[in-house]
């Protein structure tokens, strides 16, 4: 007997009753169905959380440093490791963050002109790192802070506050009375917002306000690199100290968000699967069971014309892993369609592993083999002359 | 004549405490048309079975075409079975869903003989029995009598040594009856050998040999 004379038998023996080897590979679709969902689903909310990680949370890493630990140009070094796009200090006290500012040195009394704003002392790599965008004039830079210019940059939200649109006549602000000229005004922060109500002054002029250090380092690191600039950072600002003094903030690790999403819905539904597909098996198990029964004279039939036991065996291991094989291959094919309908609706990326839609089909037909081992066996086992009978 | 088909030597079968043949010897020479008669119960399927090598006799000698059998492994049984055997049943046992060509087919689908040509090879036997005018219908279209000429034409497939016939006609009425012995009467001028189990004389009368059996005991008559 070939291959393809077992393969036709076995075929004509399913399309002998079609609605029942239909109806025998439900169990097997439901079963690889809830399988391929939840593998797929997991996989879709997994990346879907990980999406929410948008590149610029990613990237961003923030050290706290206590007072006097560490320098002004201890962050240029920072700025020189591989990973790190650019990185500012700031310097902001409580003290610093309520001062009285005015935008005139005449006080009207009859007016409130003077706004409560913070004072923040920062490095002039400040707008690259917070991806700010220059409304007007310019940022200070490295010169002014060296040469202690009196100048100030302000924050988009405090520059409107205080009536200034634009620095073409170099308006001056007045801080706890004194003058400084307004170089630009910083607006579309896309981290450290608060600074948008902020006046921003160069390093230098610190100590005016009582920032004599810096107590904050934002880093803006490159996709992927901020788990490893979070640890190299502390070490860099302050080889010295304990860099435990040091308190860095840094991005959750995006893999782990995703594993402990996939643990969460895989833990109950891969084992609602399972036992959908144990079903399957046992449904096509007993249907297999009852068709040898049925077929007891075919079997006697085949023995007679001179089919040996195996392939009366091979035959309806044939049938019943081939309706596996049409189970799997159908749960896929749902499992695959739910998912992309579910990621649809929640407007998701389905993601969905491709090797899914080959092992399916093979764990499927698996089933059906298992299941149609101890019917084939029975069938086998059966003596031609009680078959013919 | 050369070696018979058949050479039974004392066998016996037993079914526990039921002794269902007792020391029955025969041969069967090739081109005999031989009928069993005897009533229910006498032990005329237990001889089919053993002569079909389906069973196997609790002792004594079956050469079937010189081969000793009683001592052959079930697989070489098997296919000694198949090559050398047409059985035709009382009941047909077509498959339903199949052609009748299909049905003739399947005496092939066991063998070693190579696919090509197996259809033409159903065909020729269909003509044998004159059915080749249903060659693609279903046998459920067919009447009593033409299920077991499709049935016999299964039977004739491969060339086998001997046709072996359980009540071939217990199912049919006169006429098909009739249809069917003719049948058989030309078979047997071609040379084949036909060993038929039967208890109607009508069927028994027209074989060239009639053997009793009763009580697991043969008497020829
Ligand atoms: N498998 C069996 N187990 C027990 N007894 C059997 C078996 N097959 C046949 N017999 C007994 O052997 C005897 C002969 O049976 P059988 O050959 O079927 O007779 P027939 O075909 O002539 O009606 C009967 O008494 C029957 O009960
Ligand atoms: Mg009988």
Redesign the pocket.
């Known amino acids: 007997m070939g291959p393809r004379d077992l393969w036709e038998e076995a075929l004509a023996g399913m399309l002998a009753r079609p609605v029942r080897s239909a109806l025998t590979t439900l169990g097997t679709v439901l079963g690889i169905g809830t399988l391929v969902i939840t593998l797929g689903i997991a996989a879709t909310a997994g990346n879907q959380i990980v999406g929410r990680f948008d590149a610029l949370t990613a990237t961003s890493v923030i050290v706290e440093t206590p007072e006097d630990r560490v320098g002004w140009n201890d962050v240029a070094g920072l700025a020189r490791l591989n990973g790190v796009e650019s990185a500012t200090a700031l310097a902001q006290s409580e003290k610093s963050s309520n001062q009285s500012v005015t935008a005139n040195a005449v006080i009207d009394p009859t007016r409130v002109s003077g706004q409560t704003l913070a004072v923040v002392a920062a490095g002039p790599d400040l707008p690259r790192t917070v991806k700010g965008r220059i409304l007007s004039g310019r940022f200070y830079d490295g010169g002014h802070s060296a040469r202690r210019d009196r100048v100030v940059v302000l924050g988009a939200d405090a520059a409107q506050m205080l009536g200034i649109t634009d620095v073409r006549h170099a308006p001056a602000v007045f801080i706890a009375g004194r003058a400084y000229t307004v170089l630009g005004i910083l607006g579309g922060f896309q981290r450290e917002t608060s600074l948008a109500t902020a006046v921003l002054i160069p390093p230098a002029l610190g100590p005016e306000f009582g920032l004599r250090s810096v107590t904050r380092v934002l880093i803006s690191t490159r996709l992927g690199a901020a788990e490893l600039i979070a640890r190299q950072a502390p070490l860099m600002l302050d080889p010295r100290g304990g860099a435990g003094e040091l308190r860095v903030i840094a991005p959750p690790s995006p893999t782990r968000a995703k594993d402990g999403v996939q643990e969460d819905v895989n833990g109950l539904f891969l084992i609602l699967g399972l036992v959908s597909l144990v079903v399957g098996a046992v449904g096509i198990a007993n249907v297999t069971l009852v068709t040898v029964m049925e077929r007891i004279n075919e079997i006697g039939l085949r023995r007679a014309l001179g089919a040996g036991r195996r392939h009366i065996a091979y035959q309806f291991l044939t049938e019943s892993g081939f309706i596996g094989l049409i189970g799997g291959i159908v749960g896929a094919c749902l499992g695959i369609g739910v998912v992309v309908a579910v990621s649809a609706v929640k407007t998701w990326t389905p993601v969905l592993d491709l090797r899914l839609a080959l092992v399916s089909p093979l764990a499927g037909a698996l089933v059906g083999l298992l299941a149609g081992l101890y019917p084939a066996l029975r069938a086998a086992r059966m003596e031609p002359v009680e078959a013919l009978r | 004549m050369g070696e018979p088909v058949i050479a039974l030597d004392e066998v016996h079968r037993s079914?526990?405490p039921?002794m269902?043949l007792a020391s029955v010897s025969m041969r069967v020479e090739a081109g005999d048309y031989m009928a069993i008669v005897?009533p229910?119960?006498?032990?005329?399927?237990?001889l089919l079975n053993i002569l079909g090598l389906l069973d196997r006799p609790t002792s004594g000698s079956y050469l079937l075409d010189g081969v000793e059998t009683a001592s052959l492994k079930d697989g070489d049984r098997t296919r000694l079975r198949g090559r050398r055997i047409g059985f035709v049943f009382q009941s047909f046992h077509l498959l339903a869903h199949r052609t009748v060509a299909e049905n003739v087919m399947l005496a092939e689908v066991y063998g070693r003989r190579s696919r090509s040509g197996r259809r033409e090879r159903a065909v020729q036997a269909l003509r044998r029995v004159g059915m080749t005018h249903r060659t693609d219908f279903s046998p459920a279209t067919l009447s009593g009598g033409e299920r077991q000429r499709v049935a016999i034409a299964r039977a004739l497939m491969g060339e086998p040594s001997l046709l072996l016939c359980d009540e071939p006609t217990g199912n049919l009425d006169s006429r098909n009856t009739g249809a069917v012995l003719e049948l058989f009467d030309s078979l047997r001028a071609e040379g084949l050998t036909i060993l038929v189990i039967t208890h109607e004389d009508e069927v028994s009368s027209r074989a060239a040999r009639r053997v009793r059996i009763a009580d697991g005991a043969l008497v020829e008559e």
């Open positions: 079914f526990g039921v269902a005897g229910s119960g006498s032990g005329k399927s237990t």
